[in-house]
Structure formats: structure tokens, C-alpha cells
């Protein structure tokens, strides 16, 4: 087990810093994949690649809206094929292709590469700082509950990464979500919806924005719960190195066959 006195290691488990606490540990290189699929960017941000991520999330946003893509395919879902046709912008339409592909293949190659690395760094077990504090923020490792996370982030998508201190992720989806519930009218649609008027409420409500939703409120539930899970195992994985470190004998050897014994 690496000592706690060494301040040099090839790898590190986690970095806590003010902005969050960014860990790498092992994924399931088709669930990144399918991520990535669902809304490019995602897979990324699931793997804390964060500069990738959110280029791709953009990306997504821009080539869809101008190339009219959820538009067709809410024109193809409801069998008018010629209306999904005739909306499709092509000068875009071909720029989405080649990086929607690659959004996909690099993601899957990074988890793969990830998985691999988080194996050597969880044998080396390199000591890093579980706490940090600035003028700006103050960040520490804890546990949290998975369940809470979920059901802020069902209430509000990016509230669940706040309260497991992803700043980042967090403050992405807050500010995407305001964006597309504003150009989608979607709180407007929700109004007509409750005082009855079915009809206003689906002329109101903006095809092309609202299609983004259901994929972003539903990652923001996802990455809230999986990332909450992995952070309560690096606390659980720092505690137990740092307590075996400072106060377990370096002579202490507790044989099996004794167990066995007394049991």
C-alpha cells in the first residue's frame, strides 16, 4: 500500500478542488457509447472529460437547431416523411454526420483507455488532498446520499450535481436548461396544459427546443446518481488508506488460518 508520505506517483484516483471533485474510475464502454449517441457530449462529460464534453454539447445545439433535426424527426414519428424532408437543411444536415460518429467512437475509445488507467492508479493508491478551500468555494470529500441527488435532479435538472459538488456539469445543465425551456415554451405549454386548453398548450410548445429535454433531464438524473455512488466509494476507499497509513502497525499481519480458527 503507497505510504502517505510520498508526495511524487504516476497517478492519482481524484482531484478535489473548488470546482468540484473529478475522479476516474472504472465504465462500461457501451453505456458511454450510448450516451454519447442519445445527445453527443454526454458520454464525455460522464468520463469528467469536461472541455470535450460541453464543445460537442454545443455543437449539438447549434448543427441541430439550424439543420432542423428534432424537427424531422417529430415530422418522421408522426408518419408526415415528405414534411420531414422538406424541413431538413442540407448545408447542415451533412456537417452533423462526421462529428455525431466521432462524438461516439472517441468516447467509447476514452473509456476504454480510462478503465485502464483507473486499474493502475487504484494499485498504485496514491495519497491526494481530500479537501480544498479557497476565497471562492470550499470542497471536501463526504458521503452523500444517492437518492437525494436523484430527486433534486428530478425537481431541478443540475441540482443533483450540486449537491455533490460537480460545479461544472452543474452549472452547464442550469444554464442549458433555462435556454431550452424558454425557447421551447415549455412552462407556457405546461400553463395552457393545467388550466385545460390542449389545444394552445401543444400550438405553444416548440418542437425543435423541446425535443432536446427529455434527454438532458434524464442524464442529469443519471450522472447525479452514478456519480454520487462513485464518490461515497473514493471517500470510503481514502478513509480506509489513510486510517491503515496513520495508525495500523507496519508489522501487523493478520493470518487467515487464525480466522479460520476462531471462527
Do not use: C
Amino acid at each position: 500500500m503507497q505510504s502517505y508520505k510520498s508526495d511524487k506517483a504516476r497517478r492519482y484516483q481524484a482531484l478535489v478542488s473548488q470546482f468540484g471533485t473529478t475522479q476516474i474510475h472504472l465504465r462500461n464502454p457501451l453505456i458511454i457509447a450510448w450516451w454519447s449517441a442519445a445527445f453527443p457530449g454526454f458520454g464525455h462529460l460522464l468520463l469528467s472529460k469536461y472541455l470535450r464534453g460541453l464543445t460537442l454539447f454545443i455543437w449539438e445545439i447549434v448543427i441541430n437547431v439550424n439543420a432542423h433535426i428534432n424537427l424531422a424527426i417529430i415530422y418522421s414519428f408522426t408518419g408526415q416523411f415528405e414534411l420531414a424532408k422538406e424541413v431538413l437543411e442540407p448545408r447542415w444536415m451533412l456537417l452533423y454526420i462526421p462529428i455525431y460518429f466521432y462524438g461516439i467512437w472517441d468516447s467509447y475509445r476514452t473509456a476504454v483507455d480510462l478503465n485502464k488507467v483507473s486499474l493502475l492508479a487504484e494499485r498504485e493508491n496514491a495519497p491526494f488532498p481530500n479537501f480544498s478551500i479557497t476565497a471562492l468555494e470550499i470542497n471536501y470529500l463526504d458521503k452523500r446520499t444517492p437518492w437525494i441527488a436523484v430527486i433534486w435532479s428530478f425537481f431541478m435538472p443540475g441540482a443533483g450535481q450540486l449537491y455533490i459538488h460537480r460545479i461544472i456539469t452543474a452549472f452547464f445543465i442550469l444554464v442549458w436548461v433555462i435556454i431550452i425551456t424558454y425557447f421551447s415554451h415549455f412552462l407556457e405549454g405546461v400553463h395552457f396544459l393545467v388550466l385545460g386548453d390542449f389545444d394552445q398548450a401543444k400550438s405553444v410548445l416548440k418542437g425543435q427546443w423541446f425535443l432536446f429535454m427529455p434527454s438532458i433531464y434524464i442524464f442529469a438524473i443519471y450522472d447525479a446518481y452514478v456519480n454520487t455512488v462513485e464518490n461515497n466509494k473514493l471517500f470510503e476507499n481514502e478513509q480506509r488508506s489513510f486510517l491503515a497509513n496513520r495508525y495500523q502497525n507496519s508489522s501487523f499481519d493478520l493470518s487467515l488460518n487464525l480466522v479460520k480458527k476462531e471462527e
